[in-house]
């Protein structure tokens, strides 16, 4: 009986998804639903994808938070308007969240906490936020999951994974490869249904920023995680007294220093430890009473691996030096081409948006946005990017914007450049110099023991033949196409010269009736074909 009430929820909200699109006048989602045919998406506009994601409810305004993390998907335009998009759900009442804290606890609240607020002081699309006292005075915060979020989550993830493997039959679906996607935002969705994912990052990340030699490390904090209390429907964490970094009322020297702090912590995240905390807008930075600098939220998380690092700390500096050559070809080392790329195209896109940038002052000169910009571009020539790097992007740009709001005059490349060359010579030889000499002896070795096998055993294939050579030439299609055009064209010509020749000969000789029909019919074929041949020529544009 179980399965027929799953069926008729999933046609409600079916049928509640429709209504909510046809009331935003998108046609095409209607289509899918109802089972229509699924030509190439026709996206709504940014304010209208917005209206229609936030009319849809939680799950779906945390999809659209989840897309605005991926300029490598969407252009700039619905990364801005996604970014804003903010869950209007209210709190669950205090008797439910009660029920809730209840349910989710190891013991009652009453063995636990001195004090508890039941009332919500933050509320979200997947959780809310309490705050308690322990038994031995220490203030903490509980953030717990929605009653019935699950639920939820699952039917509308259905839906979801339904028209993507519709979407997927399209060439829109299978550049963007949708149902990859579909599943990508499912386990993005379950592990913010996890707490104790989102607690072991926020651990992870606190303890990556403890210490730096590039900032004072007692001037930046993340909340401490309380373990006893923590599992996956219930957070405990430590709770720090302060305001939003935008609300924070500072004089200009205090907010260049928090600014500085801020970047460097990045940075030391992006390039050195490539665990970075994915989404840093402005009501995840707080400013402390006692003046340290506060990260919140660590939900969202992105992973570099050593080489992409080295692969983008390179980008950087191309960005900087507007050197398109080389911007090409580390893109080409990090995207996946979707078919064959054009370097010389690419190269050029590249000199074309770069040039915009030469001789800009660096105070002019917004980072974030030039690195949207060169996705954009690598994806107008087939390129796919790594998820990673999409949310390196956006991370990036919720840093600097968060960061030029706070304080005008700041500018990244400015910030960092002190730590450039340290970052360079870290990437070179690493923390541990002798061990990375070591290393890099021991390959050398490795090298020296294989290369005498591989030789020999290339010159046996070569003096047994069995050597093949598998090579692949980018353009060489159009070059054979090319030539078969001509080799056709020139058996045509002949053709025709030997229909004349046919004809000329059957002409002149002694004539009878038959003889002169033959004669006449040939040189009409000889004619028409003739015509023929020449205006496909002057059709494909290359009579001269």
């Known amino acids: 009986m179980q399965v027929p009430l799953v069926s008729s929820s999933r046609l409600a909200r079916q049928r509640e998804i429709i209504e909510v699109v046809l009331s935003h006048g998108w046609d095409y989602m209607r289509r899918l639903l109802v089972g229509g045919k699924a030509d190439e998406p026709d996206i709504p506009p940014p304010a209208v994808l917005v209206n229609i994601l936030t009319d849809l409810g939680p799950v779906y305004v945390k999809l659209g938070q989840l897309l605005s993390t991926r ?66 005075g220490r203030p903490i915060a509980l953030k717990v999951q929605r009653p019935g979020i699950e639920r939820q989550v699952e039917r509308d993830m259905a839906l979801i994974r339904d028209v993507a493997r519709l979407v997927s039959a399209t060439q829109f679906g299978q550049r963007y490869n949708v149902v990859g996607l579909a599943e990508e935002f499912a386990d993005a969705l379950n592990a913010e249904l996890d707490f104790t994912m989102e607690a072991g990052y926020t651990d992870q990340l606190r303890r990556n920023l403890s210490k730096s030699r590039w900032y004072d490390a007692r001037q930046l904090v993340v909340p401490e995680i309380i373990w006893d209390l923590t599992n ?93 050559q080389r911007c090409a070809q580390l893109t080409l080392q990090l995207a996946e081409p979707l078919q064959p790329v054009n370097l010389a195209h690419l190269e050029s896109d590249y000199t074309r948006l770069l040039g ?86 021991l390959e050398f070795r490795n090298l020296s023991l294989s290369s005498p096998r591989q030789f020999s055993f290339l010159l046996d294939r070569l003096s047994s033949e069995q050597l093949k050579l598998n090579l692949s030439i980018q353009g060489l299609d159009d070059l054979r196409r090319s030539i078969d055009d001509a080799a056709n064209r020139r058996s045509f010509s002949t053709v025709v010269a030997a229909l004349i020749i046919g004809a000329a000969i059957v002409a002149t000789g002694r004539q009878s009736s038959q003889g002169q029909l033959l004669s006449i019919a040939l040189f009409v074929a000889a004619s028409l074909l003739g015509l023929w041949l020449v205006y496909s020529i002057w059709r494909s544009g290359r009579l001269r």
């Not at 969407?74 to 801005?80: K, R």
């Not at 907010?255 to 050195?272: D, G």
């Not at 990017?385 to 990244?412: H, I, M, Y």
């Open 71 to 136: 300029p490598d998907l969407l252009p700039p335009s619905y990364i801005e308007a996604l970014s804003s998009l903010q869950s209007t759900v209210p709190p669950v009442s205090a008797e439910a969240a009660e029920a809730q804290i209840r349910q989710s606890l190891p013991r009652s609240p009453e063995a636990l906490f001195e004090s508890i607020d039941y009332r919500a002081i933050a509320a979200g699309s997947i959780a809310q936020t309490h705050r308690a006292v322990l038994k031995n």
């Open 356 to 441: 915009r940038y030469y001789g800009l002052s660096l105070d002019q000169l917004n980072t974030a946005v030039v690195f949207g910009e060169i996705l954009e571009a690598g994806i107008s020539n087939n390129l796919r990017w790594p998820a990673n790097v999409g949310l390196f992007t956006k991370s990036l740009a919720n840093l600097e914007g968060a960061a030029r709001q706070f304080n005008p005059g700041v500018n990244l490349i400015d910030e960092v450049r002190p730590l450039m060359v340290d970052l360079f010579r870290q990437q070179l030889v690493g923390d541990d110099p002798i061990q990375a000499l070591l290393r890099t002896g």
């Open 232 to 324: 996956s429907k219930l957070m405990a964490m430590e709770w720090l007294e302060g305001v939003p970094m935008l609300k924070a009322d500072l004089p200009p020297e205090r907010r260049s220093q928090t600014t500085t702090l801020l970047f460097r912590a990045f940075f030391k995240q992006y390039f050195v430890d490539g665990f970075f905390h994915a989404d840093p807008h402005p009501g995840n930075v707080f400013y402390l009473q006692d003046g340290r600098v506060a990260l919140l939220d660590c939900g969202m998380m992105g992973h570099l691996d050593p080489r992409t690092r080295n692969t983008m700390t390179e980008m950087v500096l191309a960005i900087v030096n507007c050197d398109a």
